[in-house]
């Protein structure tokens, strides 16, 4: 019998502790699949955020770093400028890209990092329980809006790659979604491109993805990812930015 | 009288509030309590517990290191808490979702906790099945002051879970 | 109601009237809280986009005359240093509330006593000193919680409570309005009332001369005038703050010295070994800042021979302060555990009983 499809080899045969529903174990095996099929295993560095894949590093079985909350773009800027024949890539949740961490974002998008960034974005914070992320929509109930976020008290959903679209260092920034299998399809193909644009030193190249929460979003698994297809993208619109 | 609880099971079955329900009503009735959280990054499966202490005496550490009751919902946590109870001490196990062979205890109380609370008609008060019987057998806090709580801690909304509640309170007691 | 939730009725009960914070474990019910409560209480909320936004948005509201409040956990204090200092150095009455959790770096969420240095050394850079509460149970927590901020208004400068994850995450019944301070009404008191307690603060100069909020002295001599202006504050305080709570110190033969719930764990033990006939007591810093000196000084050369014995999560932070405090004149040992462990009552006792052997 010929063996058609197995584990990849980047990413380690463990169970994760991610909530039944959630995105990260789909785009943590995406990453890895695409890694391999790269041939990129032993170049590559992933930049863990603090969040809840916090421990993405027990996932991969690649070189990995942690990074304080909201700087994994500056501790990848350190590693890629050292080390520029590596691959690096962070995987920030909205909270560690366009919360606390948008400084660095910003300013590692601006300097044209030849980075790519995995943007997890499920509108929430998770690990921490529930609290309102930049990107929660306006309306929605979070741990800190528990009446609903309102433009007046908090400001509006973030749109971040939407931001740095303007950056002339900014070379590709696609958003994607996991609501689907054909979408999840699409969402592979941009962290392919991503990884492949540092390959090729065409620059800083970013992923977001519409990532589900059910957990927060207080929706079973399916529900939340129709809420992704019906709700989330109509604030959020998918496809290539940059 | 100082009596020291640590309840386990998995997230989703209401520990934390079975713990929280004793802790209110042993406040209730003037006495010391105290209720801790095991708190973590995992938000659902694996285990989840809490420790709760009702004393007649100002409590020290809220920590329980070896408990006088043990209350086990789901397989994983006996495994993790058997070694948490003293010798002598009380072990009441969910018979619906946990096996155990013979335990050194001489007190253990297997009852099916799950089965009985999908009789009644909501698998989510297997909790409250479970505190019956637990204070039919070591009676902590009356039953009346339990039930108080149960009410005050519904909204109106929600009548009918209070009422499922103290039909489990009573199945549970019923059990001990 | 949990210690976090207990310290966040403390301080709206105080008349706090402005909350920035960032989620971060175990202190998360405080935001939320907050959330909740503070548009109920009539003031404000505010999720910053970090500990670091957080810290500097409170001294926005404390330098516009207003009751503000932060709080975070090991890893977020670490990021607020900066802004206790310049809180500090602007002469700002402000409560940080460090719910500490085991580290160094991301640590782990359990609780630990390792931050001891960073709030009682200073943390950020200057000669500088916080008012440092560490309160041991539920009840104290929401009592110190409001006067931190009496005592932030009166010396002009950040407090900062220093709770752990078990005392953020335990419940224990608590008396609500006690008698210790006042209870503020639910509304926002009116701008002037509170502002015209601080006649400092920045209101608009309409009537007045202009107000500045300030840390910087460039001029030659200036800020080493402005330092012994800091230095003679604080040694004011070192006289008139000092808090503890001493049990059964008389006669003793060894006192276990412990703060926050490490005091608790550690009482148990005392009492435990007490029943058994051993003369020992227990003291219990209350501000470690200023450290109560008063408390050792009672413990005189030539008195009889006593051996100490200090238990903190850490490795020995508070130790030095003890040390510093008996300047030689008795044994000091030291039991700890850090990185989340957390001595239990067995190894203080095993320690105590080896004390009264050597």
Redesign the interface.
């Known amino acids: 019998m010929t063996k058609v499809f197995s584990r990849p080899k980047s990413l380690r045969d463990v169970s994760t502790?991610y909530?039944?529903g959630c995105g990260h174990g789909i785009v943590h095996k995406l990453i890895a699949e695409v890694v391999d099929e790269l041939g990129i295993r032993e170049l590559a560095i992933g930049v863990a955020p603090?969040g809840?894949a916090?421990v993405a590093y027990d996932y991969w079985d690649f070189d990995c770093s942690?990074a304080?909350?909201?700087r994994a773009l500056a501790v990848a800027t350190g590693i890629k400028r050292v080390r520029p024949q590596n691959i690096v890539f962070t995987y920030q949740g909205d909270?560690d890209l366009a919360?606390?961490g948008?400084a660095e974002t910003l300013h590692a998008a601006n300097r044209g990092e030849n980075l790519t960034v995995i943007f997890i974005n499920n509108a929430v914070?998770?690990?921490?329980?529930g609290?309102?992320a930049?990107t929660t929509l306006l309306g929605q109930k979070t741990?800190?809006?528990?009446g609903g976020r309102q433009a007046r008290l908090?400001g509006w959903p973030l749109k971040i790659s939407e931001m740095l679209r303007e950056f002339s260092g900014v070379k590709f920034i696609e958003r994607t979604s996991l609501y689907a299998p054909q979408e999840i399809i699409k969402t592979k193909k941009a962290i392919k491109q991503a990884l492949q644009n540092q390959i090729d030193h065409t620059g800083f190249s970013l992923v977001e993805i519409l990532s589900p929460c059910p957990?927060y979003l207080g929706l079973s698994p399916v529900q939340a990812l129709d809420w992704i297809r019906d709700v989330m993208q109509k604030e959020f619109p998918l496809g290539r930015i940059k | 009288m100082t009596e020291r609880i640590i309840i386990a099971g998995s997230g989703g079955q209401g520990v934390m509030l079975l713990g929280k329900l004793l802790a209110e009503a042993g406040m209730r009735e003037n006495r010391f309590v105290t209720w801790l959280p095991s708190y973590g990054a995992e938000v659902r499966g694996g285990t989840s517990h809490c420790m709760v202490i009702v004393s007649d005496e100002p409590i020290g550490s809220p920590y329980i290191e070896k408990a006088d009751t043990l209350i086990v919902m789901n397989q994983p946590s006996l495994k993790k808490f058997r070694q948490r109870l003293t010798a002598k001490g009380l072990l009441i196990i969910n018979s619906s979702l946990v096996s155990s062979k013979s335990l050194k205890n001489a007190k253990t109380l297997k009852r099916p906790f799950t089965d009985i609370a999908i009789k009644i008609g909501n698998i989510k008060v297997a909790n409250t099945v479970a505190l019956g019987a637990y204070l039919a057998r070591r009676n902590i806090a009356n039953l009346k002051t339990i039930e108080q709580v149960i009410v005050d801690r519904g909204s109106k909304a929600h009548k009918h879970l209070i009422r499922i509640n103290q039909q489990a309170l009573q199945e549970g007691v019923r059990l001990g | 109601m949990t210690g976090n939730e207990a310290m966040a009725e403390g301080a709206i009960q105080a008349g706090c009237t402005f909350y920035a914070g960032y989620p971060i474990t175990p202190q998360n019910e405080i935001p939320a809280y907050m959330a909740r409560r503070m548009p109920e209480a009539g003031g404000i909320f505010i999720q910053a986009e970090s500990e670091l936004a957080a810290i500097n948005m409170v001294f926005g509201a404390a330098a516009a005359g207003v009751r503000a409040l932060t709080s975070s956990s090991s890893p977020g204090i670490s990021l607020k240093q900066e802004g206790i200092s310049y809180l500090a150095g602007a002469e700002l009455p402000a409560v940080i509330i460090n719910v500490m959790r085991g580290g160094p770096g991301l640590g782990n969420i359990w609780p630990a006593q390792s931050d001891y240095f960073q709030a009682t050394r200073g943390g950020g850079h200057g000669d500088y000193r916080s008012i440092v509460l560490a309160p041991a149970s539920v009840q104290e927590a929401y009592e110190l919680a409001g006067e931190a901020f009496d005592l932030a208004d009166q010396y002009r400068m950040p407090v900062i409570i220093l709770g752990d994850g078990m005392l953020g995450q335990m419940m224990e019944p608590i008396l609500v309005q006690s008698s210790k301070f006042k209870v503020q009404r639910n509304k926002l008191r009116t701008a002037n009332s509170q502002l015209r307690t601080k006649p400092w603060a920045l209101t608009g100069c309409k009537g007045r001369k202009p107000h500045v909020i300030k840390s910087f002295f460039l001029k030659e001599g200036d800020l080493e005038k402005f330092n012994l202006v800091l230095q003679k504050k604080y040694n004011s305080i070192k006289q008139k703050v000092q808090r503890y709570e001493g049990l059964f110190l008389d006669k003793a033969q060894a006192v276990v010295v412990a703060y926050g719930t490490m005091s608790r764990i550690a009482k148990s033990a005392v009492s435990h070994l007490r029943k058994g006939g051993q003369r020992i007591g227990l003291l219990r810093p209350i501000t470690l800042w200023p450290f109560p000196l008063a408390a050792f000084q009672r413990f005189k050369r030539s008195s009889r021979n006593v051996k100490f014995l200090v238990v903190e999560m850490s490795y020995g932070q508070m130790l030095e302060d003890v040390k510093l405090a008996l300047d030689g004149r008795f044994p000091v040992e030291f039991l700890g555990r850090s990185g989340g462990g957390i001595p239990t009552e067995e190894e203080i006792s095993k320690a105590l009983r080896k004390l009264s052997h050597d």
């Open positions: 502790h909530c039944p603090v809840c916090v942690e304080a909350h909201g909270g919360a606390i948008t914070y998770g690990m921490t329980g609290q309102m930049p741990a800190t809006t528990p908090e957990t």
